[in-house]
């Protein structure tokens, strides 16, 4: 079965299993389209395929009369980060961010420097299925140029903020390991490393796109890393995923934080320094809830998706906010998920508070989570979650995405993937072994709920 999936923010599939060359024209030109001419900026990770699509892009791009922008292999915040600076209309990433190396995505970026959100995703859909595309005659075709200091203001940006003091982190001389899974990690944080006074030894560094690991930073994946950090007797590990929007931390220990706890973090050290409210996905840990309460801050959940939290954290000026993949949105550098500002926040917290990294984890709230996948194939996932709905009616639910039951001290979530073709079910309890037990509980109840609707 061809693996395409189209939505709001751009499309996703495999490379030559779905994702076409005449796909990616196609929504690159009815990108064009929908703004109309002028610039846009188009940045990419590492992929082996990345060339092959920047290529198809850029044909549909400037077929509709788009001026491009292209800023080369570069995190996908960058990207983000680019459009505004360059006052452009849009941006298109070229990443498939955590999936597997064989995938490729297009995201697609709005003048705001976020994502498309569901409105605007949906006009471009519609040039699409409508094939109406824009096409200009011979002399008004796009012209391409190279701008290549956008990851340097990525940089300049970080640092330049009033939560990160530079001398104050330099001074603790930080050793630091980082696992940058070959993706495009290796074009900013060497950089940024430096700056922040780090010695800095890395992993998987070069952009070459052949992935070492599996590129999601889930602990299951970031083995070596740990094990590193301990050989090197490193004071904190980073890890993070191919497009660098997401970010793992493990410990002097080599132990991982949890990808959830990098937010969590995050929060803990922003709340201290300036008051807000706090937004999140409807997955994020109750760890979340415990620090905002500790600096009277409210807390908003939307459904996952990281354009849901970037337009409720504008609509409610958050202190804070982002995502349980270990994405930190911190509003006064962008509205986007941003790994490399997750480091930055890391290494500013562990300066100030003089805490080992194992310490900082200590002394968030105890949560423990458990992630776990169903593939779907044909499935109708809706009349799934009405029967756990229907079984569960007496519980506490909210159906903010997908579905959640709640109890005292734990919850299930059981939402269908935005990025890949499975269901996500996600438990989290008090101890590690609850959490697991409530997941696989759940599994079975689904397997169960799909046995008999076959």
Not at 313 to 322: D, L, S, Y
Not at 399 to 419: A, Q
Request: aromatic share 6%.
């Amino acid at each position: 079965m061809a693996k395409l999936m189209i939505s709001i923010s751009g499309i996703r599939g495999v490379v030559g299993d779905g994702l076409t060359p005449q796909m990616i024209v196609n929504f690159a030109q009815a990108f064009g389209t929908y703004l109309g001419g002028g610039k846009v900026v188009v940045g990419r990770d590492s992929r082996v395929t990345g060339p092959m699509v920047k290529h198809a892009v850029f044909s549909g791009l400037m077929a509709a009369g788009m001026d491009v922008i292209d800023i080369g292999i570069c995190p996908t915040p960058t990207v983000q980060m680019a459009v505004k600076k360059l006052k452009a209309l849009g941006g298109i990433a070229i990443t498939a961010s955590h999936n597997p190396i064989e995938w490729n995505a297009l995201k697609l970026i709005g003048s705001s420097g976020m994502f498309l959100d569901e409105a605007q995703g949906k006009k471009v859909i519609a040039v699409v299925e409508k094939n109406g595309y824009r096409n200009v005659k011979w002399d008004q075709i796009g012209k391409p140029e190279i701008y290549e200091d956008a990851i340097q203001d990525h940089i300049k940006a970080i640092l330049k903020l009033k939560l990160i003091d530079t001398d104050e982190i330099a001074r603790r001389k930080f050793r630091v390991v980082v696992d940058c899974v070959n993706g495009a990690g290796g074009t900013l944080l060497p950089a940024l490393l430096e700056e922040l006074g780090c010695e800095a030894i890395f992993m998987n560094e070069e952009p070459t796109g052949l992935f070492p690991r599996a590129p999601e930073p889930l602990p299951e994946n970031i083995t070596d890393l740990c094990e590193r950090v301990k050989k090197e007797k490193a004071d904190v590990g980073f890890a993070v995923d191919p497009d660098v929007d997401r970010l793992a931390i493990v410990t002097e220990k080599g132990e991982p934080f949890g990808e959830e706890f990098t937010l969590v973090s995050a929060a803990n050290y922003v709340l201290s320094k300036k008051n807000g409210p706090i937004v999140v996905n409807a997955s994020v840990s109750r760890a979340i809830d415990v620090i905002a309460a500790k600096f009277n801050s409210e807390v908003f959940r939307t459904k996952v998706g990281e354009i849901y939290v970037a337009k409720k954290m504008e609509k409610v000026k958050a202190a804070i906010g982002g995502e349980g993949n270990g994405g930190v949105i911190l509003p006064e550098l962008h509205l986007g998920r941003d790994a490399p500002l997750g480091i930055a926040l890391t290494l500013q917290q562990l300066a100030v508070t003089r805490m080992k990294a194992s310490e900082l984890r200590g002394s968030l709230p105890q949560y423990f989570q458990g992630k776990n996948r169903i593939e779907i194939k044909n499935y109708d996932v809706a009349s799934i979650l009405k029967e756990i709905e229907k079984r569960y009616k007496n519980e506490q639910l909210d159906k903010t995405d997908g579905l959640k039951i709640l109890w005292e001290e734990s919850w299930v979530h059981i939402r269908p993937s935005n990025t890949e073709p499975i269901i996500r079910i996600y438990s989290e309890a008090k101890t590690k072994e609850e959490a697991e037990a409530l997941g696989y509980r759940f599994i079975n109840e689904v397997e169960d709920i799909i046995k008999k609707n076959k």
